[in-house]
């Protein structure tokens, strides 16, 4: 059985600065992809950020320059370093990965969110 679980949310000012982590537990062959994810009251859930395997990134532009996406593979762990918050940034946030339990069985999972919530 394999978990993702997200720590580090919480309440800060506008300006602060918080760390998500989300680290995958069980039987782990192998993690693809990486991404964190987020849902304000009322909206839709939208991709924040991604790493692949190798490292690359992508995020979404009202992040940009603001959040860093990182991974530890040693660790089975992806963080998401988040400074200049903004109120609009108030949200659950979501890690997910595509995980392989075996070389031939892939599966995509998610964590069960943390909140996040930025005052002005």
């Known amino acids: 059985q394999v978990q993702l679980v997200e720590s580090g949310g919480g309440l800060v000012q506008a300006g602060g600065s918080l760390r998500l982590s989300c680290a995958a537990s069980g039987s782990i062959f192998s993690i693809n992809s990486m991404d964190w994810f987020r849902q304000a009251p009322g909206k839709q859930r939208e991709l924040v950020a991604t790493?692949?395997?190798?490292?690359?990134?992508n995020y979404e532009d009202s992040v940009k320059g603001r959040f860093t996406i990182s991974r530890e593979n040693a660790k089975n762990t992806v963080y998401l370093q988040m400074n200049s918050l903004k109120p609009e940034d108030t949200a659950v946030y979501y890690c997910?990965?595509?995980?392989?339990?075996?070389?031939?069985?892939?599966?995509?999972?998610w964590g069960q969110g943390t909140q996040v919530t930025v005052s002005s």
């Open positions: 790493i692949t395997s190798r490292g690359s990134t």
């Open positions: 997910r990965a595509d995980i392989a339990t075996s070389a031939t069985r892939w599966k995509r999972y």
